[in-house]
């Protein structure tokens, strides 16, 4: 006791000098529930000082044009609200948060608040495995499951933050079996209307679970096939589905935009930098040689547990068909992973005195997977997180840019 007190006064401290330093010592000291406090924090720190990408800009501008002076029914009777989605989580923040302030650091860091406490909620349903004597390649397992979802994802504020939320409520569900828990993972498409693609999953996942697994191999084998064929299926959607055609952001519904962004797409898959594009075939290919092993030694489907890896399977399948639209197929391939991770760690720390002798091997094997996905996503931002301001400063700091001549005007 008298150790983790020293513990959190030691970060106390030095939380005030350097949040993320604060945040290395909480990963070192990963099994301590406190030092998921400190890991906000220095999130916060990190989206208050890291700048503007993605969709986050997008929102803090809907702030000062949309927000400020008006009542919630002037902003909600606005359509102009809705072009970043017709979901209420995003309305919600941009709401409170102008209430009080238009500073886009403020903003920012509101969404890594939201973020990473909802990234948080989906770690803690591991924790009665994590914080059990981890053999490394256990450890080497966890990691890949905090780090296949790039931590910038914040700044597409609703996605990732509803979708951890969903994740997290999944896994309680699995981890107690009550079924409130999975009802409450409904409460996801309040962040992003799309993650009712994970409720339905969910729900099909139940309805598999009485058929033979072969039905789900035979799906996600002809996914496969379907997509070499590269179809574009938002036409049939909003052809066939009025709510599709009514209700979804102007992005998806405006042919002209549509098409600039299929364009878009087939230019990007075609000039992808292939260190970053196979990161996640390469993950999923590692794991499912890890569960190879795993079998080869004895190490069945985990009779808890295996909701998990068949849910991976049939959220991969609907990527799958999705693979036409390059968001969609990204966002919940990498879902699929996740939960894959997820379940991969699951039955290595339930099997660790199985495996006991070969636990060298497996490390060995799963270091380059776990470098790769820890490195790939810091070296990708390296410009927005290689300057020594960001490293050194604190929340009592002011700066104005670095070196590398980043453009940090956004703050104020």
Not at 26 to 33: A, F, G, P, T
Not at 89 to 114: D, E, P, W
Not at 136 to 160: A, D, H, K, N
Not at 369 to 376: C, E, K, M, Q, R
Request: glycine letters at 4%; aromatic letters at 22%; proline letters at 2%.
């Amino acid at each position: 006791m008298q150790g983790r007190i020293k513990y959190i006064l030691l970060q106390m401290l030095v939380v005030l000098i350097s949040p993320l330093s604060s945040f290395l010592i909480s990963v070192r000291y990963y099994k301590y529930n406190v030092s998921q406090i400190f890991f906000i924090i220095a999130a916060v720190y990190l989206g208050c000082n890291m700048g503007f990408v993605y969709d986050l800009m997008r929102h803090y501008q809907d702030i000062g044009n949309l927000y400020v002076d008006r009542s919630l029914g002037e902003i909600l009777d606005d359509p102009r609200v809705f072009i970043l989605g017709p979901d209420y989580y995003h309305i919600t923040i941009k709401y409170i948060v102008s209430r009080f302030t238009t500073s886009a650091s403020v903003f920012a860091g509101v969404a890594a608040l939201v973020y990473s406490s909802c990234f948080i909620f989906f770690y803690r349903q591991l924790s009665q495995f994590y914080k059990q004597k981890l053999a490394l390649f256990s450890v080497m397992l966890l990691l890949c499951t905090v780090t296949i979802i790039e931590f910038w994802w914040y700044q597409g504020v609703r996605f990732w933050t509803g979708a951890f939320y969903f994740f997290g409520m999944y896994l309680k569900y699995v981890n107690t079996r009550k079924k409130r828990y999975f009802l409450l993972s409904f409460l996801a498409v309040y962040f992003h209307y799309s993650l009712i693609t994970l409720i339905c999953v969910s729900l099909v996942n139940f309805v598999l679970s009485f058929i033979t697994p072969y039905v789900r191999y035979g799906l996600l084998a002809f996914s496969l096939f379907y997509k070499t064929l590269n179809v574009d299926f938002v036409p049939l959607l909003l052809k066939y589905i009025p709510w599709v055609r009514n209700n979804l952001s102007i992005a998806v519904t405006d042919e002209k935009i549509h098409n600039s962004w299929r364009e878009h797409t087939a230019e990007f898959r075609a000039n992808e930098n292939l260190v970053y594009g196979y990161r996640l075939p390469f993950l999923m290919l590692a794991a499912y040689l890890v569960l190879l092993f795993f079998r080869l030694h004895g190490v069945k489907l985990d009779k808890q547990y295996k909701i998990l890896f068949f849910f991976s399977l049939t959220l991969w399948t609907v990527a799958n068909f999705g693979f036409g639209d390059i968001t969609f197929y990204t966002r919940f391939l990498e879902g699929s992973v996740l939960m894959l991770y997820a379940y991969v760690f699951i039955v290595s720390v339930k099997n660790q005195e199985r495996i006991t002798h070969y636990r060298l091997v497996l490390f060995v094997f799963l270091f380059l997977p776990a470098i790769y996905a820890i490195l790939t996503p810091l070296v990708q931002y390296r410009a927005h997180l290689m300057h020594p301001e960001l490293f050194l400063g604190n929340f009592f700091m002011e700066w104005d840019g670095n070196g590398l001549k980043i453009d940090y005007a956004w703050k104020n």
